[in-house]
């Protein structure tokens, strides 16, 4: 008898993964562009969870935050301008196993993107939505965006960007079924790694608003807010997102918030004095799609077969 000797077989040990396993291609982000902080936690929580590289896919749309996908290694999609939320959609609709870290802009997402926005805020597909919102167009050089404040010299409004911009959270709180709704800024990396794991550790669609440095062409716009911090309210909660004693000391308004309060959230949202970070809200129970989808998954041809002639038999005459 001829077989394999599986008792003497090599068994490979547990792979364990270190930063380095997580780093793509050189990030091409200007100097302390905030992306590069981003790229950072994703990587740290990656390894802090162990998710093996093959295991994690990125997806992005158009814009300087879209570059996200080269820069980690693992699976990655760089689409069409606004259609990140799609695509992401349609791999977490096959393939449940994976991880699915979406990178997109207040340009990709907000303008272009805004109906596969609310639609996949609905749909609660489990992801993590990164929104960089650095309130311009900065890959195409300097044009107002969705997000640029009033006043805000471009090239596209030279005297200042004309309409008050977009509130990104008051609309995804507004949508049906959204399940969990964040925000962080990318200059506080240890906020921001809470946010992002926060967000990445709940089962549906986790969207993450982060206020996000653009040096280049939006430097006054988050100036005042990192200079001084005391227009920043930090949500606080045990269900919330977990406050580092040096992120306490750094912010001193502070609110105890339930995350499960939706009207409080959007009332958060509107508040233009304050800019609040942390958990806005979060609905563990929002039906998830992916659930939906899920159906079928793994069957074999013959079950396919078998499935496709019971459905038919209902139409025979
Ligand atoms: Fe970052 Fe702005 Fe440079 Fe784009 S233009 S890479 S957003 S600093």
């Given at each position: ?6 008792d ?14 997580y ?12 992306d590069h902080?981003?790229?950072?936690a994703?990587?740290?929580i ?13 997806v ?13 290694h ?10 990140a939320?799609p ?20 340009g990709?997402c ?9 639609h ?13 919102d ?7 050089k ?19 960007a ?9 609309t995804t709180l507004g ?8 925000r ?13 794991k ?7 669609l986790?969207f993450v ?7 280049t ?12 911090p005391d ?6 909660h045990e269900?919330?997102?977990?406050v580092?004693d040096a ?6 308004n ?8 939706i009207?409080?959230?959007?009332a ?6 304050r800019?609040?970070v942390g ?17 079928g998954l ?6 396919k ?6 459905e ?6």
């Amino acid at each position: 008898m001829f077989g394999l000797l599986t008792d003497s077989a090599f068994e490979a040990s547990d792979r364990y993964f270190t930063l380095e396993n997580y780093e793509g291609g050189v990030a091409r982000w200007c100097p302390s562009c905030g992306d590069h902080a981003v790229l950072s936690a994703v990587q740290r929580i990656c390894r802090d969870e162990q998710i093996p590289t093959e295991k994690i896919v990125a997806v992005s749309g158009i814009g300087c935050s879209s570059r996200f996908p080269h820069y980690i290694h693992a699976y990655g999609f760089h689409g069409l301008h606004g259609r990140a939320l799609p695509v992401a959609s349609g791999i977490r609709a096959r393939r449940p196993d994976l991880h699915i870290w979406v990178a997109t802009g207040d340009g990709d997402c907000c303008s272009i993107g805004a109906g596969h926005w609310l639609h996949a805020v609905r749909y609660n597909m489990n992801m993590t939505v990164m929104l960089f919102d650095n309130a311009v167009y900065g890959l195409t050089k300097n044009q107002t965006s969705p997000t640029s404040p009033v006043g805000l010299s471009t090239n596209t409004h030279p005297r200042g960007a004309w309409l008050p911009p977009l509130n990104i959270l008051q609309t995804t709180l507004g949508m049906t079924n959204a399940s969990f709704v964040a925000r962080t800024l990318d200059w506080n990396a240890l906020h921001l790694y809470q946010t992002l794991k926060a967000a990445h550790a709940h089962k549906g669609l986790s969207f993450v608003h982060i206020l996000q440095r653009c040096p280049t062409y939006t430097a006054d716009v988050f100036g005042e807010l990192q200079k001084t911090p005391d227009r920043i309210l930090l949500l606080k909660h045990e269900r919330g997102v977990r406050v580092d004693d040096a992120v306490g000391r750094m912010y001193k308004n502070q609110l105890e918030h339930d995350p499960s309060d939706i009207n409080e959230a959007r009332a958060l949202a509107e508040n233009a004095d304050r800019v609040a970070v942390g958990l806005f809200y979060h609905n563990p129970k929002a039906p998830q799609y992916d659930e939906y989808t899920a159906q079928g998954l793994g069957w074999s041809a013959e079950d396919k077969i078998q499935a496709l002639e019971k459905e038919l038999d209902r139409f025979a005459i």
